[in-house]
Every structure is written in C-alpha cells, then in structure tokens.
C-alpha cells in the first residue's frame, strides 16, 4: 500500500513563498502515475490545486495558475508544489495523492498565509 508524506508548510505572509514536498513509498511504480496537490479549507471540500502526469505535463486549477509549479522527481519517489506569492485564500491543508485520488491520504501540510 502506498503512503504519502507531507511537508513544508508553514505560516506566511501574503506575497511569500512555500516549497512543498510529498514522498511516496511502497511497491509502485511511481513514475508511471498522474499526481496531484490537493488543499481542503476548513468547511469547504478537498480540491484539486495542481496536477503531473507521468510525461510531465502539468495542469492548474485558475486561481493558482502563474503562482504554483508542480514538479517531480521519479527517482525519488516525490512531487513538489512551489508557491509564490501566496494570498490568505491559500490557506488550507495540503495533501498529494494519486491524480484519481485512489491512494490512501496522508497528514497533509498545513499552510497559513496571513500577516
């Protein structure tokens, strides 16, 4: 079973910057999967912010688009969000999982724009 492990997130102000990351472990293929970064706001529902494929091609939700980069790193087992200037509306936990959201969820990383 695959399990994913977040970190980087933190409190910031309006206009910084977070590099998030996710490392994957367990018997997959990893390279051959479509990630994605999701976020869920409290009392809203979880969302899809940014998303890989296995070609790397990448897609974004509107709102974070100019803003977020999703990347990865096959060898490693890992995908990254890099936020820049970031907005309170940002605030969320954020979480990486499997583009179709079929992996069990992690912790998520917590992330706090505000001054």
């Known amino acids: 079973q695959v399990q994913f492990v977040e970190s980087g997130g933190g409190l910031v102000q309006p206009g910084g910057s977070l590099r998030l990351s996710c490392a994957a472990s367990?018997?997959?293929?990893?390279?051959?999967?479509?990630m994605g970064w999701f976020r869920q706001a409290p009392g809203k529902q979880r969302e899809l912010v940014a998303s890989?494929?296995?070609?790397?091609?990448?897609s974004y939700k509107d709102s974070v688009k100019g803003r977020f980069t999703i990347s990865r790193d096959n060898a490693k087992n890992t995908v990254h969000l890099q936020m820049n200037s970031l907005k309170p509306e940002d605030t969320a936990v954020y979480y990486c999982?499997?583009?179709?959201?079929?992996?069990?969820w992690g912790q998520g990383t917590q992330v706090t724009v505000s001054s």
């Open positions: 999982n499997f583009h179709d959201r079929t992996g069990s």
């Open positions: 367990g018997k997959i293929i990893f390279s051959i999967y479509a």
């Open positions: 890989i494929t296995s070609g790397a091609s990448t």
